[in-house]
C-alpha cells in the first residue's frame, strides 16, 4: 500500500474510534489484516476493531454484535467479546475487543505439528463443531441469524451461474458445473438434515494457534454464521486441512455416512468456487474470475467420478 494512502486510512480510522469512543487514548495504531467483508486494526497492542467495507460485511458484524454474547456462554474456546461498538461515517458498524491468544493457523503450520497435536486440535475442532451445532435453533433464529434453505440457495446460484457467467467460460466447463450442481439438487438424501447452527467459516485463519501450548486458543469471525445444513460446517477443513484430518474430526464426532457426507462436501467445494466466480464479475474483479475458474478447471482435471 502507498504510505500516503496507508497514512489516511489509518488518521480516518483514529477519527472513527476518537468520536464514537472519546475516552480511549489511541498510543499506537497498525493494520492486522484485510479480507473480503472487512479490515482489522490493533489499537495500543491490545485490542482489535474491525471495520467492515461494505454493507453485506455490515450486516455479518450486526449479526455477531447481537449473537455472539448469547453464544459465548456454549463455547469453551475463547471467542471475541465486543467492548466497543460503534458507528462509522458511512453508517456502518464497527467493533474492538481484546486481542485473544494465538496466531492464526496456516498450512505451512499446520503441516509442520506433528501427529499428536493434530489429533488434539481435532478434538477441540470436534469440540466446538458440537457446542455451537447444540445451540437452540429458535433462540439463534431470535438473535437474527437467517436459516438458510440449502435446496433453494444452490438452486438459485446455479440458475445465476448459468445466466452471468456461462457465456464467459468454456463449454466443458459449463458441462461440468451443470452436471454437479443438477447431481447435488436432485439427491433428495442431501436435504435430510436436521438444521443447526454453523460457524460456516472454519478456515485455517480463523483458527488461533497456542504455539507453546501446542493447541487450538480461540476463534474468530462468525460474521457467516447460519442456520443451515451442519455437514456444511466440514466444507473448509476438507478443503485447507486435507481428508485425513477431516474423518479424524468426522470420527470423534461419530458421523454415520462419512462416504455421503464428502461426496456433499465435493459440492460444496465446486459451488464455493462457482461463487468465487460469480463474485469476480460481480466486483468486476477479472483478477478473482481468473483464480475460480484455474480451481474449477483444477477440480474438472482431477476426474471426478459420472461426469460425462
Known amino acids: 500500500m502507498d504510505n500516503s494512502i496507508e497514512y489516511a486510512e489509518l488518521e480516518w480510522v483514529k477519527k472513527m474510534i476518537m468520536i464514537n469512543f472519546k475516552n480511549l487514548k489511541i498510543n499506537h495504531i497498525m493494520q492486522l489484516g484485510e479480507g473480503w467483508m472487512s479490515r482489522a486494526y490493533l489499537i495500543n497492542h491490545e485490542i482489535v476493531f474491525r471495520f467492515p467495507k461494505e454493507k453485506e460485511g455490515a450486516i455479518d458484524t450486526e449479526k455477531e454484535i447481537n449473537a455472539l454474547p448469547s453464544i459465548k456462554k456454549h463455547i469453551f474456546l475463547k471467542i471475541p467479546e465486543f467492548i466497543y461498538c460503534g458507528k462509522q461515517d458511512n453508517g456502518y458498524p464497527f467493533v474492538g475487543y481484546r486481542l485473544l491468544p494465538g496466531e492464526p493457523m496456516d498450512e505451512q503450520l499446520f503441516c509442520s505439528l506433528p501427529t499428536e497435536t493434530k489429533s488434539k486440535i481435532a478434538h477441540q475442532i470436534a469440540e466446538f463443531m458440537e457446542q455451537i451445532s447444540s445451540f437452540c435453533v429458535e433462540k439463534a433464529k431470535n438473535l437474527n441469524i437467517p436459516e438458510t434453505n440449502f435446496y ?5 446460484t446455479f440458475n445465476e451461474v448459468k445466466e452471468k457467467a456461462f457465456p464467459k467460460i468454456n463449454h466443458d466447463m459449463q458441462t461440468y458445473i451443470a452436471f454437479r450442481f443438477e447431481t447435488y439438487l436432485e439427491d433428495k438424501n442431501n436435504f435430510r438434515y436436521s438444521p443447526k447452527l454453523i460457524h460456516a467459516d472454519l478456515s485455517m485463519d480463523h483458527l488461533l494457534f497456542d504455539l507453546k501450548r501446542q493447541e487450538i486458543a480461540g476463534i474468530i469471525d462468525f460474521g457467516d454464521m447460519k442456520i443451515g445444513d451442519p455437514d456444511y460446517e466440514y466444507l473448509y477443513l476438507l478443503e485447507e486441512c486435507g481428508e485425513t484430518f477431516t474423518k479424524k474430526v468426522m470420527e470423534l464426532r461419530e458421523e454415520e455416512n462419512a462416504q455421503d457426507k464428502f461426496e456433499k462436501l465435493s459440492f460444496f467445494l ?15 474483479d477479472r483478477e478473482m474470475f481468473e483464480e475460480a475458474v484455474e480451481l474449477i478447471q483444477c477440480e474438472m482435471n482431477t476426474n471426478h467420478k459420472g461426469w460425462p
Open 270 to 284: 465446486i459451488a464455493d468456487n462457482v461463487t468465487l466466480l460469480l463474485a469476480g464479475l460481480k466486483r468486476n
Open 152 to 156: 433453494q440457495y444452490y438452486l438459485e
